[in-house]
C-alpha cells in the first residue's frame, strides 16, 4: 500500500515538473535590442527600465514570456549582429528594437528571415510595405503636426534651425517643413556632425538675423551645450526641438537655458511616473520606457501561454488586431496606411521645459485649458 502512495506521489511530481519544463520550452521569447551602453544609453535603459517594470507590475501576463537583451550602442552593424544571436542561438519568436538607424539596418533583415520585429521609431520608411515589420509609435510627421499647431498658434512668421546630419532628426525637420507649409519661413542656419559641439558661428547668425523662434535639431550631449552657448552670448528667444529634449540630464547641464522650450512627445499616466521613479530613481527619457512598458504588456496579453508558441504569420495577425488598448501613452490601436505603414498609433502631446520639470501644453493638437498639466 505505501508502494502505491509513494509511487502515486512520485508520478505527480514527475508530472508536475514536466509540465513546467513544458511551459519553459514553449515560452515565447522576446529579443530585445537597445543601446545599453554609449551615447543614447539613457535612451535604452529607458526601455529596458519600462519593460521590467511591466513584468514587476503584471507578472501573470509574464508566466510563459521571457526577455533578453541586447546592447546596439546605437550601433547598426552591432544592431545587426545581436539580431542574429537572438534568434539564432536564443529562438527568439520577435525582437524589439530601439531607435531610427538601428531599425533601418534590421528591417530589411527581418522580413527576408521572416522574424517579426517591433521598432521603436519614427521613420514610416523601415516599416512601409513590410509584412514583419512595425513599428511601435506614431510616424514623424504626426509630431511635426503637433508642433506646427503650436508654433502657428504662437504667430511666429520667421523660423531658424539647426540640424544635426541625421536621418532620424531629418525627418522630423522635413515634417515640420511640411506641416508649416508656407505660412511660416523656416529657415536651415547650419548642419553639424554627431560629434560637433561648437556652435557660436550658428548663434552669431541668430544675433543678426532676427528669427522669432529658434529650432534646435540636435541630439544629446548637444542640445545642452548649445543651450549654454547660447545663454553666455546672451541670446534670449523661444525655442523649440525634438524628444531629446525630454531628459533630466540635459535640462540640468544646460543650466536654465532650455526653460520654456517646446517639444512634442508621447505621455504617461502620473501614476506610471510615481511607480517608475520609485523603482529606478530617475525619470530619464521615461516616455520611451512608457512605450516599452505598452508593448510589453501588450505582447504578455497576446502570447503568454499559448501553446505552442504562434509561427511569424500568426504573430503579425495577432498584433494587427490590436485596437484600442489602453496603455501608460494613453488609447492605442495598429494603424497601417500607405503613408505612414504599419505602426500603433498613440494620442501626441507638445510639452514645454518648466524648470527643471516637463508640463504638458497640448495633447493631439488640443491646447490644454488653465495651466500646463504635469506629464
Same mark, same amino acid.
Given at each position: 500500500m505505501k508502494c502505491l502512495i509513494y509511487q502515486s506521489v512520485l508520478t505527480f511530481i514527475c508530472g508536475c515538473l514536466m509540465a513546467t519544463a513544458?511551459?519553459?520550452?514553449?515560452?515565447?521569447?522576446?529579443?530585445?535590442?537597445?543601446?545599453?551602453?554609449?551615447?543614447?544609453?539613457?535612451?535604452?535603459?529607458?526601455?529596458?527600465?519600462g519593460i521590467e517594470l511591466a513584468r514587476t507590475q503584471n507578472?501573470?501576463?509574464?508566466?510563459?514570456?521571457?526577455?533578453?537583451?541586447e546592447d546596439s550602442q546605437w550601433d547598426a552593424k552591432s544592431a545587426v549582429s545581436a539580431f542574429s544571436r537572438l534568434t539564432t542561438s536564443w529562438e527568439a519568436n520577435i525582437v524589439f528594437n530601439w531607435g531610427n538607424p538601428t531599425t533601418e539596418a534590421l528591417a530589411p533583415v527581418a522580413e527576408q528571415r521572416k522574424v517579426p520585429l517591433i521598432g521603436m521609431t519614427l521613420d514610416p520608411r523601415v516599416a512601409r510595405g513590410k509584412r514583419y515589420v512595425v513599428r511601435s509609435?506614431?510616424?514623424s510627421a504626426d509630431f511635426s503636426a503637433a508642433l506646427a499647431s503650436h508654433l502657428r498658434a504662437r504667430g511666429y512668421r520667421k523660423l531658424g534651425v539647426v540640424i544635426v546630419e541625421?536621418?532620424?532628426?531629418?525627418?522630423?525637420?522635413?515634417?515640420?517643413?511640411?506641416?508649416?507649409?508656407?505660412?511660416?519661413?523656416?529657415?536651415?542656419i547650419d548642419r553639424y556632425n554627431l560629434g560637433d559641439q561648437d556652435f557660436r558661428t550658428s548663434i552669431a547668425k541668430i544675433r543678426a538675423d532676427g528669427y522669432?523662434?529658434?529650432?534646435?535639431?540636435?541630439?544629446?550631449?548637444?542640445?545642452?551645450?548649445?543651450?549654454?552657448?547660447?545663454?553666455?552670448?546672451?541670446?534670449?528667444?523661444?525655442?523649440?526641438?525634438?524628444?531629446?529634449?525630454?531628459?533630466?540630464?540635459?535640462?540640468?547641464?544646460? %543650466?536654465?537655458?532650455? *526653460?520654456?522650450? /517646446?517639444? $512634442?512627445?508621447?505621455?504617461?499616466?502620473?501614476?506610471? @511616473?510615481?511607480?517608475? &521613479?520609485?523603482?529606478?530613481?530617475n525619470d530619464y527619457q521615461i516616455a520611451y520606457a512608457g512605450n516599452a512598458y505598452d508593448?510589453?504588456?501588450?505582447? %504578455?496579453?497576446?502570447? *503568454?501561454?499559448? /501553446?505552442? $508558441?504562434?509561427?511569424?504569420?500568426?504573430?503579425?495577425? @495577432?498584433?494587427?488586431? &490590436?485596437?484600442?488598448?489602453?496603455?501608460?501613452?494613453?488609447?492605442?490601436?495598429?494603424?497601417?496606411?500607405?503613408?505612414?505603414?504599419?505602426?500603433?498609433?498613440?494620442?501626441?502631446?507638445?510639452?514645454?521645459?518648466?524648470?527643471?520639470?516637463?508640463?504638458?501644453?497640448t495633447l493631439d493638437n488640443k491646447r490644454l485649458d488653465g495651466n500646463a498639466t504635469r506629464d
Open positions: 513544458g511551459l519553459a520550452d514553449s515560452a515565447f521569447r522576446v529579443g530585445v535590442i537597445a543601446p545599453l551602453s554609449g551615447a543614447l544609453a539613457e535612451y535604452g535603459l529607458a526601455a529596458r527600465n507578472p501573470q501576463l509574464f508566466e510563459s514570456v521571457r526577455f533578453q537583451y509609435t506614431n510616424s541625421n536621418t532620424y532628426v531629418q525627418g522630423l525637420f522635413d515634417g515640420l517643413k511640411r506641416a508649416l507649409g508656407d505660412e511660416i519661413e523656416i529657415k536651415e522669432d523662434a529658434i529650432g534646435v535639431f540636435l541630439i544629446t550631449g548637444q542640445v545642452s551645450n548649445f543651450y549654454r552657448q547660447l545663454s553666455a552670448q546672451g541670446v534670449a528667444l523661444p525655442s523649440f526641438g525634438t524628444d531629446f529634449f525630454e531628459s533630466s540630464t540635459e535640462i540640468r547641464l544646460a %543650466g536654465g537655458g532650455m *526653460n520654456h522650450a /517646446v517639444y $512634442p512627445h508621447l505621455g504617461i499616466t502620473d501614476s506610471f @511616473r510615481t511607480s517608475y &521613479v520609485a523603482a529606478f530613481g508593448m510589453a504588456v501588450m505582447l %504578455g496579453q497576446l502570447f *503568454n501561454k499559448v /501553446v505552442p $508558441p504562434p509561427n511569424a504569420d500568426q504573430i503579425m495577425t @495577432r498584433i494587427r488586431s &490590436v485596437q484600442n488598448r489602453n496603455g501608460i501613452g494613453g488609447t492605442f490601436s495598429f494603424v497601417d496606411s500607405e503613408e505612414d505603414g504599419p505602426h500603433f498609433h498613440f494620442p501626441v502631446q507638445v510639452k514645454q521645459v518648466s524648470g527643471e520639470s516637463i508640463q504638458v501644453l
